[in-house]
């Protein structure tokens, strides 16, 4: 996170992100239903571990929401791609 950012989308904002944490939280679900039946410990060997990333950036001018790595490597490059 302290690296710069230029949003990848828009390719013009520097300075305005919002970041998103992601919490992750395993539970069990009646198939049928859809209702929560128990949240699952971490250490259960059926439950497979997150192994995404802990946050995600929002710009703050257009609202584009992707990975950080993008508007690192966006920032590295100097400049943005702007989508039509």
Do not use: H
């Not at 989308?9 to 009646?30: A, H, M, W, Y």
């Not at 699952?40 to 992707?66: A, I, M, N, S």
């Amino acid at each position: 996170m302290e690296k710069p950012y230029l949003c990848p989308s828009c390719g013009t904002n520097r300075s305005r992100f919002n970041l998103i944490e992601q919490v992750v939280v395993p539970v069990k679900k009646d198939p049928q239903s859809g209702e929560i039946l128990e949240r699952v410990e971490e250490d259960d060997p059926f439950q497979t571990r997150y192994k995404g990333e802990k946050f995600r950036v929002q710009c703050g001018v257009c609202g584009v929401v992707e990975e950080e790595t993008r508007f690192v490597k966006s920032a590295q490059r100097g400049t943005g791609q702007p989508q039509l």
